[in-house]
């Protein structure tokens, strides 16, 4: 199987260290997968917001770097619904029923070690108390249920707590984030207040997009809880320690 | 009316308000669950809900003429009314034509839709509304801000305080020493609505269905003050949206299931009351049924957009909706609030006609509760981006807004993975820039930055922002990193 990682514009330029991350915890598992360099952003930002002429080329780009390969990894729910859901609208839009043929391949990380790899213990070393926040997308756009839970709670040393109101939004919702930059914040207050009240020192989630605004509250807020993607803590190991 | 994100302001200082939101939506919520959970085939219910809805509106004409047969054969006059004047005129020729000064009011979405009391009010009829939240958001001189509890954003004092100034006004006044307790307040209304029922002559209702192959109309309630208003008045008026047409009593059960289950989070709604024309001798000698179109028809002819025409007002989006929950109604200027009126408004008024309207598509984070909660399966994220989509798309002649030019700019960087290479490679500068002279640090080591000037601002006045790294994914790669 030729599997390609699409790492996501937003990891790609704001946080490598999880594009790195995903490669590093692929490996482990015995996966030689690839990164497509022609590859930038699957178009999600444009779509959400209106654009849809500006999207045609974009998802272009998308779907020629990842022809060809039978699956593409990614770290993020929310790309993976914009590609399972949205390729198909701007492949109507253009006429070009190719700009659709990405979505049967793409898989969100947890479903790819869950359903495909069939793993559950990735041999990771989290020694912290962290709580899981399941980002909007991942939970009803994708409904990957409660495989990222699986994944963690086979983490050593770490300590799972719940977090209260976890499936409400933190308020990111792309663009929404400044369009709507009063609404967005007092709903990720809200989810900040409930991370804290877990006591937990890291926050884990799917999506760099979500954590980014949870994470920028916290910090301003001082709170000392810090931001994880999950493929961050499943690539933590002993060694790493 | 203020676009959405302005209007929002207003609300999201308001700490009572949200309060009551909270406390009432999260409430409501918990019900709501609990007696979904119980109905093993409750997805079988929803797709059902939604196949009924779809296929009728598919031949929407044909079953509205089945309905106006159907009502006219059992003596009830049809109106058409192609926009809300047209609707108004006709309730206000009707108690005109009986010479009647004032009407009592079944709660309606359909009469507010098209401000029916005001307009009946202009032409010298008062119109009192009789359901209970109604008829505090009217004693208050206030705004509805829920469809199914329009008073919502008030708690049992603000309630006490709106019946102690405006019911001697409106008729028979709050009893003295009048107190916040519940059952008081309820006593308080019943008295003063009393009145009322026993003196008016003529009544408006609206209907949560109409049966075409029987002529019959069905409001769903939980007090029984429509019932009343049904049953005593010698002359009924009911304004129904033409969408609200089902071809088949049997049809019913569904939604009757659907419900009172997704509204109230019973299982059972208290009153479900039925008419069917004029029987002599027992309720209402005369009836009319306006069917209203005011934009449905419209919204009917947008292919993606169209399947909000399923919705029955159970306001499930509204409770589960987390913006909503910090907003509250009257950010969204409409009597549809949340996520079905972020789309319904649109679709029945039509985008790129203001600013208010083109700016409710994007009070969303598309987090794909309201989807979850719908009972007939509205896919409300689809039609919010869809719409989206029609705002850009009308907007795309004359001199382009900042926001059109961010887009296309970045769609131009994102459509070339080189363009976004040498970007990244500028994010990279900027990092030792500010490496220099950042000076938060986010929990975990790396450097942030604090407060930007415009257009950062609005992210970073209330959020960090992780400084640029050294060194973007890509460039790692390239460089022949591996893990």
């Known amino acids: 199987m030729k599997v390609a990682v699409m790492v996501t514009c937003i990891n790609d330029s704001l946080f490598p260290d999880t594009g790195k991350s995903v490669f590093r915890l692929l ?40 022809a060809g390969y039978d699956a593409i990894v990614t770290p993020s729910g929310s790309c993976a619904g914009s590609v399972r859901h949205q390729h ?25 070690l869950v359903d495909v790899l069939g793993v559950t213990d990735v041999n990771a070393y989290f020694p912290h108390r962290a709580t899981y926040h399941p980002t909007c997308h991942s939970l009803r756009m994708l409904g990957v249920g409660d495989k990222p839970l699986r994944l963690l709670r086979e983490v050593r040393g770490l300590d799972l707590v719940e977090l209260p109101a976890a499936a409400e939004c933190c308020g990111f919702g792309g663009t929404f984030a400044v369009k709507n930059a009063e609404t967005s914040t007092a709903m990720g207050a809200d989810k900040a207040r409930h991370v804290r009240g877990t006591g937990a020192e890291v926050l884990v989630a799917g999506d760099s997009s979500c954590l980014l605004h949870i994470g920028g509250l916290l910090s301003r807020e001082r709170s000392g809880v810090r931001v994880m993607h999950l493929a961050d803590v499943l690539a933590s190991t002993e060694e790493e320690a | ?41 409750w997805e079988e219910l929803r797709l059902a809900g939604a196949a009924i809805k779809d296929n009728t509106l598919r031949r929407l004409d044909e079953h509205l003429l089945t309905l106006e047969a159907s009502l006219q054969a059992r003596g009830a006059t049809v109106h058409w009314a192609r926009d809300a004047a047209e609707a108004c005129e006709i309730v206000a020729r009707i108690a005109h034509g009986h010479g009647i000064d004032e009407v009592v009011k079944v ?86 609505l009393r ?11 609206g209907a949560n269905f109409a049966v075409a192959e029987s002529g019959t109309l069905v409001v769903v309630e939980s007090e029984g003050n429509g019932r009343m208003c049904l049953t005593l ?51 209402p000698q005369e009836m009319h049924v306006v069917l209203l179109d005011n934009g449905r028809t419209r919204a009917l002819a947008d292919e993606v957009g169209r399947q909000a025409l399923r919705c029955i007002r159970c306001s499930a989006c509204l409770n589960v909706c987390p913006v909503y929950e910090r907003t509250g109604g009257h950010a969204y200027g409409s009597v549809y609030p949340g996520p079905i009126g972020a789309i319904l408004n649109p679709l029945l008024k039509g985008v790129g006609v203001d600013e208010q309207t083109d700016s409710l598509p994007y009070a969303s984070t598309l987090c794909g509760a309201c989807f979850e909660a719908c009972p007939v399966r509205i896919d409300i994220p689809e039609v919010l981006v869809h719409l989206r ?61 604090g407060r930007l000037p415009w257009p950062g601002s609005l992210w970073t006045n209330a959020r960090d922002l992780p400084a640029p790294p050294r060194e973007s994914f890509r460039a790692w790669w390239r460089k022949g990193g591996r893990p």
């Open chain 1, 88 to 112: 198909s609208i701007v492949a109507r839009r253009a006429g070009e029923e190719r700009l659709a043929s990405a979505a049967p391949r793409v898989y969100e990380l947890s479903e790819f």
């Open chain 2, 1 to 41: 009316m203020p676009a959405f994100p302005e209007a929002a302001r207003k609300a999201l200082a308001d700490t009572q308000l949200r309060r009551n939101l909270a406390h009432a939506t999260g409430t409501i919520r918990a019900k709501r669950e609990a007696v979904v959970g119980e109905v093993a085939e």
């Open chain 2, 107 to 192: 709660k309606s979405m359909a009469t507010q839709e098209i401000g029916l009391n005001e307009a009946l009010a202009a032409h010298g009829v008062t119109a009192w509304e009789t359901d209970l939240a109604e008829l505090i958001v009217q004693l208050g001189d206030d705004l509805p801000s829920h469809i199914l509890v329009p008073a919502i954003h008030r708690n049992r004092a603000e309630i006490r305080e709106v019946f102690r100034r405006g019911m001697a006004d409106a008729g028979r006044p709050a009893p003295p020493g009048l107190s916040d307790e519940p059952a008081e307040l309820a006593a308080a209304a019943r008295l003063h």
């Open chain 1, 27 to 66: 490996r482990r598992l015995g996966v030689d997968a690839d990164f497509p360099a022609a590859q930038t952003c699957c178009a999600q930002p444009m779509v959400n917001t209106g654009y849809l002429d500006e999207a045609v080329p974009v998802v272009r780009t998308f779907v020629d770097a990842f």
């Open chain 2, 389 to 449: 989509a029609k705002v850009v798309d009308a907007h795309r002649e004359g001199v382009p807004k900042p926001e059109a030019v961010a887009m296309k700019s970045a769609a131009w960087l994102l459509s070339d993975a080189r363009r976004l290479g040498l970007a990244e490679r500028g994010l990279g500068v900027a990092n030792r820039a500010l490496t220099r002279f950042g000076r938060r640090v986010l929990p975990g080591g790396r450097r942030a930055l």
């Open chain 2, 233 to 283: 008045p010698e002359v009924l008026v009911s304004v129904v949206g033409i969408e609200k047409v089902v071809p088949t009593f049997a049809d019913l059960d569904v939604f009757l299931q659907l419900l009172p289950r997704s509204s109230t989070g019973e299982r059972m709604n208290p009153y479900t009351s039925t008419w069917s024309g004029v029987t002599p001798g027992d309720g």
């Open chain 2, 195 to 205: 009145e009322k029922f026993l003196r008016a002559r003529m009544a408006v209702s």
